[in-house]
């Protein structure tokens, strides 16, 4: 399957972007999707999963109750819809999908990667 991440942008502290990924090449509704982040000079860390049919997610501490994931298989998409941002939370995320069924913070349990797209957050 083939990602294509999509929105990210430079936004002001406590403002809010929508990451969207849409694949192509294999059907969607059968993987597992997760985002991922990689801030400058950092590992790549996990940020938040779902699992192919929506029904399960869970995400990193560090962006519980702020950022949402969510899926439309109908359209081939997953979201990341991010509130009060941190400028803590600059760096250049990912999409990932897995042949799992409910997703991981694991990322060697990825099959496939999007490009990544830069989120960028001002004090």
């Known amino acids: 399957v083939q990602l294509q991440a999509s929105g990210g942008g430079l936004v002001q502290a406590g403002g809010s972007l929508r990451l969207s990924c849409a694949a192509s090449?294999?059907?969607?509704?059968?993987?597992?999707m997760g985002w991922f982040r990689q801030a400058p000079g950092k590992e790549r860390e996990f940020v938040a999963a779902?699992?192919?049919?929506?029904?399960?997610?869970f995400y990193a501490d560090a962006v519980k109750g702020r950022f949402t994931i969510s899926r439309d298989n109908a359209k081939n998409t997953v979201y990341l819809q991010m509130n009060s941002l941190k400028p803590e939370d600059t760096a250049v995320y990912y999409c990932?999908?897995?042949?799992?069924?409910?997703?991981?913070?694991?990322?060697?349990?990825?099959?496939?990667w999007g490009q990544g797209t830069l989120v960028t957050v001002s004090s």
């Open positions: 779902i699992g192919w049919r929506g029904g399960i997610t």
């Open positions: 990932a999908g897995s042949r799992g069924i409910a997703g991981s913070p694991n990322e060697y349990e990825y099959d496939y």
């Open positions: 090449g294999r059907t969607f509704s059968n993987y597992a």
